[in-house]
């Protein structure tokens, strides 16, 4: 079973490895030596190596299943695969896995944005300065009609794509939404999670939620408090109270109304 990964789960994910400036090992030049090969599954074995795909890999791994893309290194085999999935593309989508290069076989990148002429990515092993050699993780912008920008990989999201290809349909066997699209979101981590005190990036994004909704007006932090109870509990009114009086923390329905994203 595909877990449910919508595409701003590797977005995210993607943007803050960007923002925290990671970069490869340096021994004189860039190594290619890197935490994303030795954390991935199956890929240990190429640190060392170009790790552009690989990059994307640790954020599938990260988000939850690896195998909503090809697992392989090499790029070539990236468009193959994705060409056997009936999940290739000439046109960007939100989530895609762009391949650069004459037959997609040079470079990878996340697209994470795109308009009617331009994309804008994040990529691993790579920089912005122009230069040959890639040496960390950062965010592009390319231009679509470049002669190098192949085409477009569709992870197997369980959400609907974004997608300026006018004859794209997602694969229902893919979105596995049994209650609605709150399968493209976190899962309820159980009544005991709500304790004073809890610190986690999923408290993070649920407090951003609540405070999005108009549940709180708190500033949201990564540690549970009384605000965010208070906020739940306002959630739990403004949803009609399911399940009965607001027993302290909130039930499942309400988390899953709320639509939290993944967080890690």
């Known amino acids: 079973m595909v877990a449910a990964i919508a595409p701003s789960t590797l977005i ?36 060392g190596q170009s790790y552009c795909v690989i990059g994307l890999l640790w954020l599938a791994y990260r988000a939850g299943d690896i195998t909503i893309m090809p697992q392989t290194p090499a790029c070539d085999e990236v468009v193959t695969t994705y060409q056997s ?49 890639g040496d960390g993780v950062y965010l592009r912008v390319r ?10 990989g569709y992870p197997r999201y369980c959400a609907p794509m974004v997608t ?3 004859d794209w349909v997602d694969d229902p066997a893919l979105i596995k939404t049994s209650d609605g699209s709150a399968a493209a979101y976190a899962p309820y981590p159980g009544p005991d999670w709500f304790k004073i005190g809890r610190t986690s990036p999923l408290v993070l994004a649920a407090a951003r939620r609540l405070v999005a909704v108009g549940a709180g007006t708190y500033t949201p932090s990564a540690d549970i408090g009384q605000a965010d109870l208070n906020a739940w509990s306002a959630w739990h009114t403004a949803q009609g109270s399911p399940g009965g009086a607001y027993p302290g923390y909130p039930n499942e329905a309400d988390w899953r109304a709320l639509q939290v994203p993944h967080s890690h």
């Open 164 to 166: 300026a290809d006018p």
């Open 12 to 47: 995210d994910l993607g943007q803050q490895e960007a923002a925290i400036k990671y970069q490869e090992d340096y021994d004189g030049g860039w190594t290619n030596l890197n935490k994303y090969a030795r954390e991935t599954p199956g890929m240990a074995a190429y640190d």
């Open 143 to 152: 231009n679509r009609s470049d002669t190098n920008v192949y085409g477009y």
């Open 85 to 133: 999935w009936n999940r290739w593309s000439w046109f960007p989508a939100i989530g895609a896995q762009v391949m650069i290069g004459t037959d997609g076989q040079d470079h990878t990148g996340l697209v994470y944005a795109f308009d009617a002429d331009r994309i804008w990515t994040v990529e691993f092993n790579t920089n912005t300065t122009g230069a040959p050699e």
